[in-house]
């Protein structure tokens, strides 16, 4: 339906942006490409006052080098990730994540900052990025502060991101020359993933030394599968050699049932499609 | 209301509208551009489909605001100005492939987008690519035969078969 | 004479792949959707709908949104009383159908989530739904039945004054109507020394979706009140406003513009469009209503929804002789406009094609504190023939045969065609093994079975299913007579005019209402033809009532088997009315008058005229016989004499991940025998839409509430269509086998498409992984429904038993119709 009224403003700095939500507090929404807030908007499950729109701010957008990390900014949108060089080079696996996002069309605007942020269970961004181990660079009324993915998915929809704050930038370490898959299980394209598995792989000589494996929609925030990351330390990069790691993909976790899968069905789905990642990446 | 100026259809526009006012909403009511629908509202279903400063978007899904400046296209000028179909219209028509047509002017214009990314797509890069749009009508086993042949139209490449494959 | 352009050439148009006359216009935008009107002073109109499944309305306090900018009034149920008119049931199916009242805006009780309580008109379709927001409803929440089977039960009613939940209860049995045996004398003899198969399947409960949210305009101003509606029936809704708003018909107008998509879901006399309806009036100004997508999700009428246990008989050898059907048959919160009836439809469907010696079938209709339920493409015939389709395989695995070979087996033999049934219905034609063989060797039928063989020896992951559908329909709705002794409102016949206009085009106007079909395209095709006139002169105009007045619209497969026979009959009198003033101008006899390819001649010479010349005359009338009218227009109101059966083989091969479940369609091959073909291209847009609605019945979509009773697949995040990227190319065939009981010997294609495939897929993943020990999966085939069937199944042994009770205990509900595809 049309959404409620709101006030709007398009802040060219990041500086006024933050003015303006110090100003607002909780009765303003940050709007990065919209792929996210506006269907909440559009179904009224929130009627901000105002909307800050990112959208003019150039110094959110574009992707760069720092040393031995790739900076990232938070207006990048999906469709950029995809190609960007430096992406697919030092950070595959936030380049295939970001080709299954939802579709083309939301692909062109939704953003990699604006869909961390947004923090849905079932976002891609989320695991891809705490499977890189990303560290989030918030900006605020007191300065600058950077946050660990780990630390940064709080609960669903709910981040490390201060009422008064904007995320501004994702740093991810390098992972130059790393296979990547994100295996998405849905039952039609366009459908949020049932489970996902992000995996991001060091591997030579078909053995594979190391591995980030992260898991979407499993719980309330995107997780790590650290029993299979430490059980693929110089594992084989074969069916065999995977599926035990892969088999603990699931451990510890507490997954929801809903209509498209019981919490059974999502432990045993995320073994499998870990097994899948996991190979598929190290054959890359 | 916030004012805003674009260039919809290569004509330049000036409007105050709420900020609320959603692009498609300004498109069909402002402008008076019916061409575009809407078919839903969680942007599943890609009927609104109009291209954003050269890109295919969900104009459901972007605010008029957002597009202060910008360009956007529509179905409604995709033709020439003497009526020559664009060949993606052509592709569609030979190959059948509408029926309704209510989905028509966003898998029009996601296709369109499609092939000036992807000029020469395979039958699966075409589906994947169409993922963001929906059809209720033809099954969509036409749509994918309108976009190939589309391609081919494009490329100047004509198959005897035509649609009749 | 002015000398007219060459005659036409000499090509037929009947069965030329023309393309869509349609298209121009839809492709570049030029589009009239309803939501595209705009009157001067028109109101929008935005609903507040009730949350709650079943409960009473306390109280309504509407003065907030009273106040809010541009509001123009709000109305409560109790506000527009009788004047709001109801929506009725047009197809009471027994006499002692209890039928609830169904007003389009309650006044006490709210029976369904979704039910709109209350209406506001602004001047803005924006300020009205702000202040829709503001309109304060106190409810008092009652206890909702929302199981089927529980509903049976009646022990929570859906409407307490009712006493009960069964609407109705309709039964066809041979015995009875002496076209068979008895049942259960049949199902005894089987028992004793034969097989009898018994099963349950749940059809669940469906949304049509189409993809035109539906929108609805009146303008009270004009000396007719104008409806525009993204309808399927505009002149049944003209019909149903006059007989329940009081307006006299003349006084109506109704225009379905461009529509987008129909598929049953637009057949309906909605509460939006009395409510739309009644708010003009009342105000004096043109109101609109466009729905959300969610709004139609949970207020346009579902389909489908029932529980079905059946019962079928054969020898040991294999031959089937009897079949006993009891259905369950959800129909929501109120009996739609033909929405008791659909299930019936399926009545003399369920024996299908196969020869029986006895057949029951019993069909209870049941209220429920749901979305109601109405027709959705196939309207009784895809359950009907899910069922048989499943029920045949299932013989075929108790017999250790080919699934193919028992359904030949069974099958009516091209020789004996005409074909009374077991039901009572007069097959007129067919060739179920012209069209079997040609789809299994399209198919590859043999190599895929060698495959399957393959994978089933390895033990592979990938499992590979081959599923059969072998089916006929009826359609073509419908002889007007047949209607009126199952107690249908209305007839089946179809109206067409042909004008011949005096510059010679021809403009056609047909009763029939397409929202996709390409009638403008197919009848012109037809009119040109039959007049010998050139394709590009023919106008075909539709859907206004004023413009063609008479008519009973487009669904159940009828426009072209039921409309085009209208049109060809109107041509055919327009060619002899002109004959008299045609011979006339040729000084000639009549007797001496031939007419072919547009142009009248006189035997033995080169003398002749174009008929185009003579409609020209008719105009001038400055030369015509004594005693003629000068005109040669002409009308027709066909009633079909009997139902069409278009029949058809499907095969479908699917890969089923045993590690996931996830299933993939590998392959889809149909051959269909509609008969005459008027336009191959729009046959098999046809064919590819219906199939995969059907396939997406079987793998994708379900309607599913929670214990509250509200929607939970209310939106497309929720309610899964699939898209380019989930399907698959089909390979489409057909043969030809005419129909005998009209003109162009066609038999309908527009529902054939999702009535077969369905059970082609669902025999496809059963096949897969009965050697596992699994006969059925519910649908639709989630991949945790597969997963789980695999693994909690026993290997082998007790094949026929595994996922179904082997006789129907009635003390055990079985499995909830509310449990959705998690289950």
Redesign the interface.
């Known amino acids: ?8 403003l ?1 802040p060219t700095s990041v500086e006024d942006a933050l003015r303006a939500l110090a100003e607002h507090g909780d009765d303003a929404k940050i ?1 990065g490409g ?2 996210s807030l ?2 909440v ?3 009224r499950l929130n009627a901000p006052e105002l ?1 800050i ?1 990112l ?1 003019r701010i150039d110094s959110l957008r574009g992707v760069r080098e720092d040393g031995d990390a790739l900076v990232i900014g938070a207006m990048t949108t999906h ?1 950029e990730m995809i190609t960007d060089e430096l992406v697919r080079e030092h950070a595959l696996l936030l380049s295939k994540a970001a080709a299954e996002v ?5 692909r ?2 939704g953003t990699f900052g604006g869909s961390c942020a947004h923090a849905d269970p079932a976002g891609d961004m989320g695991s891809a990025a705490l499977a890189m181990d990303a560290e989030f660079v918030i900006a605020g009324p007191g300065g600058t502060r950077s946050v660990p993915a780990k630390e940064f998915f709080v609960d669903l929809f709910e981040t490390a991101i201060g009422e008064d704050e904007i995320l501004t930038e994702i740093r991810v370490p390098k992972k130059t020359g790393w296979g990547a898959h994100y295996e998405k299980f849905v039952r039609v ?2 459908q949020w993933p049932i489970v996902a598995v992000a995996a991001t792989v060091n591997a030579s000589g078909g053995t594979i030394s190391e591995a980030r494996v992260a898991l979407t929609n499993m719980g309330s925030t995107p997780l790590r599968a650290t029993a299979t990351e430490s059980a693929l330390a110089g594992a084989a990069a074969t069916e065999d050699g995977v599926r035990p790691a892969a088999e603990q993909a699931a451990d510890g976790t507490n997954p929801p049932s809903d209509l498209n899968g019981d919490s059974d069905y999502r432990k045993h789905l995320a073994t499998v499609l870990a097994r899948r990642a996991v190979l598929k990446a190290a054959g890359e | 209301m ?1 004012k805003i100026s674009m260039r919809v259809d290569q004509e330049n526009v000036t409007d105050d509208v ?5 692009l498609v ?1 300004y498109l ?1 009511e402002k402008l008076g ?15 609104c ?1 109009v291209h ?1 400063n050269g ?4 104009s ?4 008029a ?2 597009a ?1 400046g910008a360009t956007v296209d ?3 000028r ?2 020439d100005d003497d009526g020559t ?1 664009h060949p993606v ?1 052509q592709a ?3 190959c ?1 492939g ?8 966003g898998m ?1 214009m ?1 296709a369109v ?2 092939l000036n990314e992807n000029p020469n797509p395979t ?1 699966q890069e ?19 035969k309108s976009v190939l042949y589309a391609a081919q139209l494009k490329q100047g490449v004509t198959t005897t078969e035509g ?2 494959a | 004479m002015t000398v007219v352009d060459a005659a036409p050439e000499a090509r037929p148009e009947i069965g030329r ?1 023309r ?2 006359k ?10 009239r ?1 309803t ?2 009107i705009t009157l001067p002073g028109m109101l929008h109109l935005a609903m507040v709908r009730s949350p709650y499944a079943h409960a009473k309305i306390l109280s309504i306090d509407v003065e907030a949104a009273d106040k809010s900018l541009n509001i123009y009034e709000v109305f409560t149920g109790k506000d527009l009383g009788d004047s709001q008119g109801v929506n009725a049931n047009a197809w009471p199916i027994t006499p002692e159908q209890i039928t609830p009242n169904h007003l389009p805006m309650p006044t006490d009780r709210v029976v369904f989530a979704g039910e709109i309580v209350a209406v506001v008109a602004a001047r803005t379709a ?1 300020e009205a739904r702000d202040a829709a927001e503001l309109v304060d409803v106190e409810y008092e929440v009652l206890p909702a039945v929302l199981d089927l089977k529980e509903a049976a039960e009646d022990k929570v009613l859906a409407h307490p004054d009712l006493g009960t939940n069964k609407s109705a209860f309709w039964q066809l049995d041979s015995a009875g109507q002496g076209t068979g045996r008895a049942i259960d004398e049949v199902i005894d003899e089987a028992r004793a020394d034969g097989i009898v198969i018994e099963r349950e399947y749940r059809q669940q409960r469906l949304i049509p ?5 539906r929108s609805v305009v009146v303008d009270p101003t004009g000396e007719q009140i104008t409806m525009w509606s993204a309808t399927q029936i505009p002149h049944i809704i003209r019909f149903l406003l006059a007989a329940t708003t009081g307006v006299p018909e003349s006084k109506i107008r109704v225009i379905a513009p ?4 129909g ?1 049953g879901g637009k057949l309906q006399t909605t509460p939006e469009e009395w409510i739309t309806w009644t708010v003009a009036r009342r105000i004096g100004k043109p109101c609109k209503y466009t729905e ?3 709004e139609s999700l949970v207020s346009a009428h579902h389909g489908r929804d029932q529980w079905q246990k059946l019962t079928l008989a054969a020898t040991k050898e294999g031959r089937v002789t009897g079949l006993k059907v009891d259905l369950l048959a959800d129909l929501g919160a109120y009996v739609g406009v033909v929405g008791g009836g659909v299930p019936v439809l399926g009545a003399w469907m369920f024996n299908s094609i196969y020869k029986w010696d006895a057949y029951q079938f019993n069909c209870t209709t049941l209220l429920t504190n749901k979305t109601w339920v109405d027709a959705y493409r196939g309207a009784g015939r895809p359950e009907a023939t899910y069922a048989i389709e499943r029920m045949m395989d299932e013989l075929a695995a108790e017999l250790g045969q080919d699934p193919l070979e028992v359904r030949e087996r069974n099958w009516i033999k091209h020789e004996e065609f005409p074909f009374t049934t077991v039901a009572g219905m007069t097959y007129d034609s067919g060739n179920y093994e012209a069209a079997t063989a040609k789809a299994k060797e399209m198919f590859g039928y043999d190599a895929l079975r060698a495959e399957q063989k393959e994978r089933r020896d390895r033990g592979d992951r990938v499992q590979l299913g081959i599923g059969i559908s072998t089916f006929t329909e009826m359609c073509g709705l419908a002889p007007s007579r047949v209607l009126g002794s199952l107690n249908y409102g209305a007839g089946g016949w179809e109206h067409a005019t042909v004008r011949m206009l005096p510059t010679g085009k021809v403009e056609v106007i047909t009763g029939t209402s397409a ?4 009638h403008e395209t197919a009848f012109s095709q037809i009119v040109a033809d039959r007049l010998g006139v050139p394709f590009e002169d023919v106008e075909i105009l539709h859907g206004d009532t004023q413009v063609s007045h008479k008519g009973l619209d487009t669904y159940g497969s009828r426009s072209l088997v039921v409309g085009g026979e209208a049109l060809v009959l109107a041509a055919d009198k327009v060619i002899e009315k002109a004959k008299p003033l045609a011979a006339h101008l040729l000084e000639a006899n009549v007797d001496d008058l031939e007419f072919s390819n547009g142009r009248y001649s006189v035997r033995g010479t080169d003398q002749g005229m174009l008929i185009s010349e003579v409609a020209l005359a008719t105009f001038a009338a400055h030369n015509y016989p004594e005693g003629m009218e000068p005109g040669i227009d002409a009308e027709s109101t066909y009633d079909p004499v009997n139902f069409s059966f278009p029949h058809g083989t499907h095969l479908c091969a699917a890969e089923i991940d045993t590690e996931t479940g996830q299933v993939k369609l590998r392959k889809y091959t149909c051959v269909d025998d509609i008969g005459n073909i008027i336009n191959p ?2 046959v ?10 059907g396939i997406a019945q079987a793998l994708w979509e379900e309607a599913v509430y929670d214990d509250s009773g509200t929607l939970v697949s209310g ?3 929720d309610y899964l ?1 699939p ?3 989930d ?1 698959i ?2 390979d489409i065939g057909h043969t030809t086998s005419p129909s005998t009981t009209n003109t162009l010997g066609t038999k309908g294609v527009g529902e054939a ?1 999702t009535i077969a495939s369905t059970p082609a897929v669902v025999n496809a993943i059963v096949d897969a992984v009965r050697h596992l020990g699994i006969n059925d999966i519910q649908m639709p085939c989630t991949p945790e429904r597969v997963w789980k069937a695999i693994h909690t199944s026993s290997p082998k042994g007790d094949a026929t038993e595994a996922a179904a009770m082997p006789h129907f205990d009635e003390s055990e509900p079985g499995q909830s119709s509310t449990e959705g595809a998690g289950a």
């Open positions: 339906m049309i959404p409620a009224k709101f006030d709007y398009a709007l919209g792929q506006l269907p908007l559009r179904m909307v729109d959208g469709s939802a579709d083309n069309q939301i062109h605007r394209a366009h | 916030t709420e900020p609320r006012m959603l909403q069909r551009k019916t061409g575009t629908v809407i078919g839903c509202d969680t942007s599943n279903c890609g009927a489909t954003l890109r295919s978007v969900k459901c899904n972007v605010l605001v957002q202060d529509t179905i409604e995709l033709a179909l219209q569609f028509r030979e059948h509408l029926q309704c047509g209510f989905c028509t002017p029009i996601q987008d499609l039958e075409v589906r994947v690519g169409l993922e963001g749009n929906l059809c209720r009508c033809t099954g969509y086993h036409n749509i994918v649609a009749n | 792949d393309r869509r349609e298209d121009q216009r839809l492709i570049t935008g030029r589009t959707w939501d595209n924006a979706a189409f993809m035109e949210p461009d529509v987008g998509g598929f959300t997508r969610s929202h996709g079909q390409g291209l729009i098999a847009g046809q064919v590819h839409g219906g199939l995969v609605q939106s497309f995040v269509l898209t380019a990227a399907t190319n089909f498409g």
